[in-house]
């Protein structure tokens, strides 16, 4: 799935001036997905503190960090490729 106002690769416009449009894009999209891996990061960061501090009742105590940690955590990994130099 394209993202909105995304330029796809193809050997004809690779060495033109849509060129400069890809490198932005293919950039902000690796910026975003570094974001949310330091955002998931620090909830990890968070919940083992909140392991630790809680000992015992961690399971009770810490639940609404792990329910977002595990929410947040299939959106936070890097994919292949760009959306914008998939084939289609």
Same mark, same amino acid.
């Given at each position: 799935m394209a993202e909105k106002g995304a330029v796809k690769a193809t050997r004809e416009n690779l060495y033109t001036a849509d060129r400069a449009e890809l490198f932005d894009n293919r950039d902000r999209i690796v910026r975003d997905q570094w974001v949310k891996i330091m955002k998931l990061r620090i909830v990890r960061e968070k919940l083992t503190e909140c392991y630790h501090r809680e000992s015992v009742n961690h399971m009770q105590n810490c639940r609404a960090l792990v329910e977002r940690y595990l929410k947040?955590? %299939?959106?936070?990994?890097? $994919? $292949?490729? %760009? %959306?914008?130099l998939k084939d289609e």
């Open positions: 947040d955590l %299939p959106g936070a990994q890097i $994919g $292949g490729r %760009p %959306p914008f």
